[in-house]
């Protein structure tokens, strides 16, 4: 019996101390996980980015099917016509631009019969990348083959896209690696595509055989729709320098329609798009080789030039030279500009070498 108050080992303790796992090897007590404790700041982070990631990937699947969808709807719609001569390739890449003038479109009834090339252009990216715009007045006198002298949009009336291909060819010196035609009454369409244009003109028109009607006193700068544009571009006899005016208009036209069909507002906005391709390729018609590619490139080349400066006309000699038998013609200088066309293709022309006249 224990004696003098003195307890046996563990009398009157509570017993055996039940297993806390919060205690650790040492005894110690570990505290509880909160039931709510947020996430590490790292974790919470990334989901936002999760989320942009997902959606910006969602936006190029789309705008990539997007570009995809126009490109097939363009190289599917566009028009199509055996042009190019097969002469052996030249250096750089040669566009032959061409608006033909058939009344038949109903845009103009000027009792002209038949088709000419009322416009012809002569874009070309040299070697060296330089990029220039020659618009040839259709009335040059040239060689054309199998025909003798001759005004240039003859050459388009005797045997259509193929000799005037190779008419250009022999004037210039290069092969032609694209061909682009246009139906005059198309650039109405195509400035109805893109919402209109601004255009410029510094005196009074009142044009009956082109439909032009100017008032400067509504300003020299005017915004215009495609029926005016296609007029603005068409209208030469009530320029005091003919055809030399109307190449200045017809190349401003083209280059308002190209800066808005590559600005944001086209770009964003499909329904334009789709204005833009439904109206081209109606109205384009290019070489059998052709692609959406070389269009694009095309109208890059074409940007270049003009914010270089480097277009215009070859330098003429007289705007009034009679050969016999065709009336009235453009002489270009040394017949035909050899020195301008040696520049062209070697990339080196300048500001200066374009629109000069000496009678």
């Given at each position: 019996?224990?004696?003098?108050g003195a307890?046996?080992?563990?009398?009157?303790?509570?017993?055996?101390?039940?297993?806390?796992?919060?205690?650790?090897?040492?005894?110690?007590v570990?505290?509880?996980?909160?039931?709510h404790?947020?996430?590490?700041?790292?974790r919470?982070?990334?989901?936002?980015?999760?989320w942009?990631?997902?959606?910006l990937?969602?936006?190029?699947?789309?705008?990539?099917?997007?570009?995809?969808?126009l490109?097939?709807?363009?190289?599917?719609?566009?028009?199509?016509v055996?042009?190019?001569?097969?002469?052996a390739?030249t250096?750089?890449?040669?566009?032959l631009?061409?608006g033909?003038?058939?009344?038949?479109?109903?845009?103009?009834?000027d009792?002209?019969?038949?088709?000419?090339?009322d416009?012809?252009?002569l874009?070309?990216?040299?070697?060296n990348?330089?990029?220039?715009?020659?618009?040839?007045?259709?009335?040059?006198?040239?060689?054309?083959?199998?025909?003798?002298?001759?005004?240039i949009?003859?050459?388009?009336?005797?045997?259509?896209?193929?000799?005037?291909?190779?008419?250009v060819?022999?004037?210039?010196?290069?092969?032609?690696?694209?061909?682009?035609e246009?139906?005059?009454?198309?650039?109405?369409?195509?400035?109805?595509?893109?919402?209109?244009?601004?255009?410029?003109?510094d005196y009074?028109?009142?044009d009956?055989?082109?439909g032009?009607?100017?008032?400067?006193?509504?300003?020299?700068?005017?915004?215009?729709?495609?029926?005016?544009?296609?007029?603005?571009?068409?209208?030469?006899?009530?320029?005091?320098t003919?055809?030399?005016g109307?190449?200045?208009?017809?190349?401003?036209v083209?280059?308002?329609?190209?800066?808005?069909a590559?600005?944001?507002?086209?770009?964003i906005?499909?329904?334009r798009q789709?204005?833009?391709?439904?109206?081209g390729?109606?109205?384009?018609?290019?070489?059998?080789d052709?692609?959406?590619?070389?269009?694009?490139?095309?109208?890059?080349?074409?940007r270049?030039?003009?914010?270089?400066?480097?277009?215009?006309?070859?330098?003429?000699?007289?705007?009034?030279?009679?050969?016999?038998?065709?009336?009235?013609?453009?002489?270009?200088?040394?017949?035909?500009?050899?020195?301008?066309?040696?520049k062209?293709?070697e990339?080196?022309?300048t500001?200066s070498?374009?629109?000069?006249?000496s009678?």
């Open positions: 019996m224990p004696t003098g307890r046996a080992a563990g009398a009157g303790s509570p017993g055996p101390v039940p297993h806390d796992p919060r205690r650790g090897q040492a005894g110690g570990e505290p509880l996980p909160q039931p404790a947020p996430a590490p700041s790292g919470r982070r990334r989901r936002p980015l999760r942009v990631a997902a959606v990937v969602l936006l190029l699947v789309l705008v990539g099917g997007r570009l995809l969808w490109y097939h709807d363009v190289n599917s719609n566009l028009q199509r055996d042009a190019l001569s097969g002469a390739d250096p750089g890449e040669t566009w631009i061409v033909s003038d058939s009344r038949s479109d109903g845009a103009v009834a009792g002209t019969e038949g088709s000419r090339s416009t012809i252009m874009l070309h990216k040299a070697e990348g330089q990029a220039s715009l020659t618009s040839i007045p259709r009335d040059t006198y040239v060689e054309i083959p199998d025909y003798g002298g001759e005004k949009n003859a050459a388009y009336s005797y045997g259509g896209p193929q000799l005037l291909v190779r008419t060819e022999a004037l210039s010196g290069l092969t032609m690696d694209h061909y682009v246009v139906g005059m009454g198309g650039v109405s369409q195509m400035v109805d595509a893109v919402g209109g244009i601004n255009v410029c003109l009074d028109v009142d009956a055989d082109s032009l009607v100017w008032d400067t006193s509504q300003g020299t700068c005017q915004d215009v729709d495609g029926a005016k544009a296609l007029a603005y571009a068409r209208m030469r006899k009530s320029d005091p003919g055809d030399i109307r190449g200045l208009r017809q190349r401003a083209i280059s308002a329609v190209v800066s808005k590559v600005s944001p507002a086209t770009l906005n499909p329904w789709n204005a833009l391709v439904d109206a390729t109606q109205v384009l018609t290019v070489d059998e052709s692609a959406m590619i070389d269009l694009g490139q095309m109208v890059l080349a074409f270049s030039a003009s914010g270089a400066g480097l277009s215009g006309a070859p330098p003429i000699e007289s705007l009034d030279y009679e050969p016999g038998g065709i009336g009235a013609a453009v002489l270009l200088v040394d017949t035909t500009a050899p020195d301008f066309f040696a062209l293709r990339g080196t022309l500001e070498d374009f629109n000069q006249t009678s």
